[in-house]
Each structure stands twice: as structure tokens, then as C-alpha cells.
T-cell receptor, first 119, second 107 residues
Framework: EVQLLESGGGLVQPGGSLRLSCVASGFTFSSYAMSWVRQAPGKGLEWVSI????????FYTDSVKGRFTVSRGNSKSTLYLQMNSLRADDTAVYYC????????????RGQGTLVTVSS | DIQMTQSPSALSASVGDRVTITCRAS??????LAWYQQKPGKAPQLLIYKASILEKGVPSRFSGSGSGTEFTLTISSLQPDDFGTYYC?????????FGQGTKVEIK
């Protein structure tokens, strides 16, 4: 069974840092691109970032460029999101997703992890 | 970035009603559009991809249509379990932008 387990969320002060993890199981992690999306409390979904299967290519939404870094450890079947210079508007539940192919949709399987940026 | 405009933002309908949600892209995305249902506290669940292909296990009362910039999700006969918020997402390019969501309430 395909599973994604996000972790690493918590309360952090503005300007602080946090690293999220997403542990994958039930599929060959190293063969697929992986993505992060987020959802602020009571708001809609926002695409954040994507990383290629090998980790060589990454893309970010404009609001996180230069502050967030996506990476992956294929030997550990784990996706990461390093978040620096956090702001109040980064407060959200963060979900990871599998991108099964270039022309296939995102597949969200985890429960998400809540990041709260507040003093 | 491609903007996705979804309407309506909310609707209330009775069991058995036909429900239609529309998603418009700011530029062509051919058929690279997915529809998701999200229930409170849960991750989005895939319903439709490539505009009209029903994901395995999704009830056949859900259907999708459209291409280019105009897309529609239809629930042919609304059921009590269909409450939640529905989102469209384009995956033609990055960022994979979402519509604002449509909250569906059962009367």
C-alpha cells in the first residue's frame, strides 16, 4: 500500500527555521518526482515545490523562493522541505504528494503536518 | 503562472440533485486538469484526471469534461457522502496551481 507520512511541523517564531520530512512506502520512491503543497487554516490549497526523481531539478512557487529548499534522500525514501526565514503567512498544513509521471496528476496520501509561525 | 478560477465558491444541494462546478484556466492547459475532493482534516482525494478520466474506485456519478481553458466537474446525483470542498488543479506546468475551491453542503 502506498503511504506518505509527513512530520516535523510545530510552532516556530517568525524568522525561524523548520525542516519537514515525508517518509514514503509502498512504491519505488526514487522513480518519481515528489511535491509539497500547503493549506493555511480555513483556506484553499497552494502548490509549494516539486523535485525530480533524481533530485537534480527543483521548482518553487514565488512566495517561497530563496527561503525554502526541497531535497530528497532516495536511500531513505524520504522527502524534505527546509524552511528558513519563516513568516506568519507560512502557517499551514503541509502535505507531500507523489507525481507519478509528467502527464499524471498529483497524488496526496498523507495526513499533513501543521506549521505554525507565531511569536 | 497559470491562474485557475473556480465557481461557485459554495453551493447547497439536496440528495439526488445534479451538481456542476466550473474551473477556468487563464491560458490553455489542454487536458492536464485534475479534480479533488477534500474533507475536513484530510488530504485531497483524486476524483478525475486528464480532465475526464475517472480515478479507480471513484463512483461513476462523478464525471469531468472540458479542454483548453474551460472545465467542468459534474456529480450526477448528489449523495450524503459527497459533502466537502472540491478543487481543480492544473498540472500542465509549474506551479501546479489550484482553483479557490467549491464547498459543497448537503441540504
Amino acid at each position: 500500500e502506498v503511504q506518505l507520512l509527513e512530520s516535523g511541523g510545530g510552532l516556530v517564531q517568525p524568522g525561524g527555521s523548520l525542516r519537514l520530512s515525508c517518509v514514503a512506502s509502498g512504491f519505488t520512491f526514487s522513480s518519481y518526482a515528489m511535491s509539497w503543497v500547503r493549506q493555511a487554516p480555513g483556506k484553499g490549497l497552494e502548490w509549494v515545490s516539486i523535485i525530480s526523481d533524481s533530485g537534480t531539478d527543483t521548482f518553487y512557487t514565488d512566495s517561497v523562493k530563496g527561503r525554502f529548499t526541497v531535497s530528497r534522500g532516495n536511500s531513505k525514501s524520504t522527502l524534505y522541505l527546509q524552511m528558513n526565514s519563516l513568516r506568519a503567512d507560512d502557517t499551514a498544513v503541509y502535505y507531500c504528494a507523489i507525481k507519478w509521471g509528467q502527464w499524471l496528476p498529483y497524488d496526496y496520501r498523507g495526513q499533513g503536518t501543521l506549521v505554525t509561525v507565531s511569536s | 503562472d497559470i491562474q485557475m478560477t473556480q465557481s461557485p465558491s459554495a453551493l447547497s444541494a439536496s440528495v439526488g440533485d445534479r451538481v456542476t462546478i466550473t474551473c477556468r484556466a487563464s491560458q490553455t492547459i489542454t487536458s492536464w486538469l485534475a479534480w479533488y475532493q477534500q474533507k475536513p482534516g484530510k488530504a485531497p482525494q483524486l476524483l478525475i484526471y486528464k480532465a475526464s478520466i475517472l480515478e479507480k474506485g471513484v463512483p461513476s456519478r462523478f464525471s469531468g469534461s472540458g479542454s483548453g481553458t474551460e472545465f467542468t466537474l459534474t456529480i450526477s446525483s448528489l449523495q450524503p457522502d459527497d459533502f466537502g470542498t472540491y478543487y481543480c488543479q492544473q498540472y500542465n506546468n509549474y506551479p501546479g496551481t489550484f482553483g479557490q475551491g467549491t464547498k459543497v453542503e448537503i441540504k
